[in-house]
């Protein structure tokens, strides 16, 4: 049996640093450190760093006095920072490079006169933190009708961003509307795009073409993973989702003679090995990897907050 992975799958690379940032931090400060829970969710990565000595919390409010807090890679709102500095708390910043250019950039059109249209999700927390950055000055859109109701009273002045998870692809109509009805609107700096979800997208499109049966391991609750099985089985072919590789069912072979494997957004790839191990176990695996641009944005090569570079030159 052939198993072909999708060398763009799992973990984009703002988590990934996120967690070595977190690792470093809980070397460099000690147990606990606290990060908030709702932008690391995924149950493996959360048990992961608990195991670690890692504390979720819903908020920065009732940690102890003198702690170290983290802040997650989809940023956090002003209104944490403030609340963090007010009690002296620790703070080690993980955002992601390409969220903290999206915040510099919005407050940057605000003071030019501007407004920003964000589109994304009402509840997600990176649109939340770069909403809360605008004074007022933000518009959250995610439909065609929004694009409708919009009213901006600078639009020549005015810019959109677009919450980093979603594909652009899926978002064409939005945009061509957007740009349609404000056709002077800054879009944003291209250097910054982050094309985690579309290469994902794009990677499990090109597998489900040539395999008789995907997987996809992730969360269920996950909209990266829904979006995957989505598109593989627009293109024939039989796929699943696996929370963990103890879900696959080795019925799902039957007649299969290639099986593709990718993985969610904030799937960490031990998950994936493990699952290519299962495979293994079940009988000879000749393993390839289906080659797919990553995410290479240079901003990645910024270094990493100055305390935790120092630390993790120590280590
Ligand atoms: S901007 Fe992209 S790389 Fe950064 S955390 Fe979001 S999805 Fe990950």
Not at 263 to 270: I, N, Q, R, W
Request: glycine fraction near 8%; charge should be negative; charged fraction near 25%.
């Amino acid at each position: 049996m052939q198993v072909v992975l999708a060398e763009a799958r799992g973990l984009c690379a703002g988590l990934q640093r996120a967690i070595e940032i977190i690792e470093t931090a809980l070397r460099q400060h000690g147990s606990p450190v606290y990060v908030r829970r709702e932008t690391l969710h995924p149950a493996h990565l959360v048990d992961r760093l608990r195991a670690k000595g890692v504390r979720f919390v819903d908020s920065f409010a009732k940690v102890p006095p003198g702690s170290t807090v983290i802040f997650s890679p989809h940023g956090v709102s002003r209104t944490v920072e403030q609340e963090v500095e007010a009690r002296r708390l620790t703070v080690v910043d993980a955002t992601c490079p390409l969220i903290s250019k999206i915040h510099a950039d919005g407050q940057r059109h605000v003071r030019s006169g501007g407004e920003v249209v964000v589109i994304g999700h009402a509840d997600h927390p990176e649109t939340e933190a770069i909403l809360d950055r605008l004074d007022g000055h933000g518009h959250l859109i995610r439909t065609v009708e929004d694009v409708a109701r919009l009213e901006l009273a600078n639009p020549g002045a005015s810019a959109y961003s677009v919450q980093t998870t979603l594909s652009i692809d899926d978002l064409r109509p939005v945009l061509a509307a957007l740009r349609d009805r404000f056709p002077g609107i800054l879009a944003p700096d291209s250097e910054a795009a982050c094309h985690a979800a579309q290469h994902r997208q794009q990677a499990v499109w090109g597998l489900a073409g040539m395999v008789d049966l995907v997987l996809v391991v992730g969360a269920k609750a996950s909209p990266s993973c829904r979006r995957l099985i989505e598109i593989a089985e627009r293109r024939g072919t039989r796929t699943h989702l696996l929370e963990t590789p103890l879900a696959f069912d080795r019925e799902w072979l039957r007649g299969v003679k290639r099986v593709g494997i990718t993985a969610g957004l904030s799937t960490h790839d031990d998950l994936v090995q493990d699952l290519v191990e299962t495979l293994r176990n079940l009988g000879a695996v000749e393993l390839w990897t289906l080659p797919e641009p990553k995410e290479a944005s240079d901003m990645f090569h910024d270094p990493l907050p100055p305390a935790i570079s120092a630390a993790m030159g120590a280590c």
